[in-house]
Nanobody, 124 residues
Framework: QVQLEESGGGLVQAGGSLRLSCAAS????????MGWFRQAPGKEREFVAA????????YYADSVKGRFTISRDNAKNTVYLQMNSLKPEDTAVYYC?????????????????WGKGNLVTVSS
């Protein structure tokens, strides 16, 4: 059983930056593809970004491409999401996710473990 705990969310002005972290425990972190999803008020949860187990491959939703960067440190069992040039429409609860499949699987909601979520609010 893998536990995921997000941190780093908060309130930021439009154009600003935040870095989310997700610490994993209880499993072999390096075996999992990791991803970030988000859910805005009144909307369905959507895929944001994913990274392969070795960190070589990444994939982003079109809405965040060029602004967000996903990375991982397998020695620290942690995955990150660097968010730059934030927009009010980025406001959402951000969830960390771990999947045993690859990037194609996790971006199609092939998730084995979810974090509890972390709120990011971008003010205009």
């Amino acid at each position: 059983q893998v536990q995921l705990e997000e941190s780093g969310g908060g309130l930021v002005q439009a154009g600003g930056s935040l870095r989310l972290s997700c610490a994993a425990s209880g499993g072999t972190f390096s075996m999992y593809t990791m991803g970030w999803f988000r859910q805005a008020p009144g909307k369905e949860r959507e895929f944001v970004a994913a990274i392969s187990w070795g960190g070589i491959s990444t994939y982003y939703a079109d809405s965040v491409k060029g602004r967000f960067t996903i990375s991982r440190d397998n020695a620290k069992n942690t995955v990150y999401l660097q968010m730059n040039s934030l927009k009010p429409e980025d406001t959402a609860v951000y969830y960390c996710a771990a999947g045993r499949g690859g990037i194609v699987s996790i971006r199609n909601y092939g998730v084995d473990y979810w974090g509890k979520g972390n709120l990011v609010t971008v003010s205009s």
